[in-house]
């Protein structure tokens, strides 16, 4: 089992920035990769970014160039930077563990962000 803690979050004018954490605790070895969903009121959760063991990273063409995944694999944290953020980036925000063992993903409870026009 893998446990995730999320924190930052919280509100933001558009064009500011804000950094989320997420610390993982638990069968660390277990976990391929670490990613960010986010999910708007009345939308599917969606991926926003994801890091896998070897750095690789990917995101979602509505936020390349403005957010950066990152981790810290001596705290077992991954961070998402997001700058020049925009109203119809607010959600919750997810951070997720993707494991090599079933359930295969593990969430964390979600932390708001919220961006004001």
């Known amino acids: 089992q893998v446990q995730l803690v999320e924190s930052g979050g919280g509100l933001v004018q558009a064009g500011g920035s804000l950094s989320l954490s997420c610390a993982a605790s638990?069968?660390?070895?277990?976990?391929?990769?670490m990613a960010w969903y986010r999910q708007a009121p009345g939308n599917q959760r969606d991926l926003v970014a994801i890091?896998?063991?070897?750095?690789?990273?990917d995101y979602a063409d509505s936020v390349e160039g403005r957010f950066t995944i990152s981790r810290d694999n001596a705290k077992n944290t991954v961070y998402l930077q997001m700058n020049s953020l925009k109203p119809e980036d607010t959600a919750v925000y997810y951070c997720?563990?993707?494991?090599?063992?079933?359930?295969?993903?593990?969430w964390g409870q979600g932390t708001q962000v919220t961006v004001s026009s």
């Open positions: 890091i896998n063991r070897s750095d690789n990273r």
């Open positions: 638990g069968s660390i070895a277990s976990i391929n990769a």
């Open positions: 997720n563990a993707k494991l090599q063992v079933a359930p295969f993903d593990s």
